[in-house]
């Protein structure tokens, strides 16, 4: 960009006839002379200044080479981000032109200093961290490991972080104890420490083609038309005890995309994101 400041020079004229000027109480004087043809302006150039462009956002996806990260990966990388991904396994095995746009980084979330080192230059993160296993080790790998990186990111003044946590299911939040208490405490701490820029979105089932080896696995055959259905089937949530079990799926590019949204536009809210949420906010465009 440059910024060109000019100088308007406006030149006298002699008038062979007489003009008639009034002046106004501001102090402006205005012409009465219809007969008068104004001279054409000239504009002087002034010094070029140099204004640099505006940093280029980077982001990290945690579990970036799941079912989810890998998504949100992709969605990113659509939107012009710069993107890097931190798991236990390091880079993903898909076979994917995009998979080679990713800086990739092996670490575990529960060591703290090898998160520190994949934060740097990082604007805003996405956690696609999450598990199942006995309730101790599900709470560690819901909970601590993600309240690790969101402190790690506060700590390196990262603006944004959003959390893929999950919806509530009623009686299966006791089953699953350990998975919905991780959940909620990291919850907790993402809005604690990310006032105004942490976003938490609960989605239900997510569906899509999952990909497991060389097999994929096309989970949208039958959580497309439930999600259609069960979309219809709002007020069914507010039913006691069972009225969870009615919330209706969502696909996971509408995921990735909604999280992608809410790590790089500032304007978009803070707090908690529910699945018709969601499915609201995947049917807008994009900023």
Known sequence: MRTIVSRLIRHKSSLSQSRFVSASSGGRYLSTDSNKIDEPFNVEEAETVHVPPPPTEKLLVLGGNGFVGSHVCKEALDRGLSVSSLSRSGRSSLQESWASRVTWHQGNLLSSDLLKDALDGVTSVISCVGGFGSNSYMYKINGTANINAIRAASEKGVKRFVYISAADFGLANYLLRGYYEGKRAAETELL??????????????????????????????????????????????????????????????SVAKVAVRAATDAVFPPGIVDVHGIQRYSQQKSR
């Open 192 to 253: 604690t420490r990310f006032a105004y820029g942490g976003i938490i979105l609960r989605p239900g089932f997510i569906y899509g083609t999952r990909s497991v080896g060389s097999m994929k696995i096309p989970l949208g055959v039958f959580g497309s038309p439930m999600e259609m259905v069960l979309q219809q089937a709002k007020p069914l949530n507010q039913l006691p005890l069972v009225g969870p079990l009615f919330t209706p799926p969502v696909n996971v590019e």
